[in-house]
């Protein structure tokens, strides 16, 4: 009974490891444009509205929280999460992004749903007020922001590559700003 637990346990590690790192052909050249801005906005005094529905909304408060821990030894990114659990997000949601968001901003949006149907909604949203966007989906167009490709066989292989899209973030913008 061990070795068939052991066994199936690591053909599921080993999947996910096979599933990172066939994304990151896909997935750097987003990362690397999502740094820059991420970057920005920090100098700029911005901050960064992480959105989600669904069940992607667990995602988007821990990604939140990962982006406001500090970036020893310098700052941390003033990084807020707005979720809902509506599929299409509530009447709140969108009360909350129209009252708290500003030029400039930068709108982080997770849709790891196949089609990226809310991503679209958080685009149209982030263009009437001018903000900067960064989608966590599948490949998005996304005017004058940037889509960090979530590419693989079902969500829970997206939410891996979220996870490690946003500790790939933070370790980018650390060595951008502090030269490390």
């Given at each position: 009974m061990i070795d068939e637990n052991y066994e199936r346990t690591a053909a599921?590690?080993?999947?996910?490891?096979?599933?990172?790192?066939?994304?990151?052909?896909?997935m750097a050249p987003g990362l690397t444009a999502a740094t820059s801005l991420l970057a920005q906005a920090m100098l700029d005094?911005?901050?960064v509205l992480?959105?989600?529905?669904?069940?992607?909304?667990?995602?988007?408060?821990?990604?939140a929280a990962t982006l406001r821990t500090p970036i020893?030894?310098?700052?941390?990114?003033?990084?807020?999460?707005?979720?809902s659990d509506s599929a299409g997000g509530?009447?709140?949601?969108?009360?909350?992004?129209r009252t708290l968001s500003r030029d400039g901003?930068?709108?982080l949006c997770i849709d790891r749903?196949?089609?990226?149907?809310?991503?679209?909604?958080f685009i149209q949203f982030a263009e009437t007020r001018n903000l900067v966007t960064i989608a966590l989906s599948d490949n998005t167009e996304v005017p004058g922001g940037s889509c960090i490709a979530l590419r693989a066989a079902d969500e829970d292989q997206r939410s891996?590559?979220?996870?490690?899209?946003?500790?790939?973030?933070?370790?980018?913008?650390?060595q951008f700003l502090l030269g490390e």
């Open positions: 599921s590690f080993h999947r996910r490891i096979e599933t990172i790192a066939n994304a990151v052909d896909s005094d911005r901050k992480v959105c989600a529905c669904g069940k992607d909304a667990a995602l988007a408060a821990h990604v020893e030894p310098g700052p941390a990114l003033p990084a807020l999460a707005f979720c509530d009447t709140q949601l969108w009360r909350d992004l901003d930068v709108l749903g196949a089609g990226a149907a809310i991503a679209q909604k891996e590559l979220a996870l490690m899209a946003i500790h790939c973030l933070r370790e980018h913008i650390k």
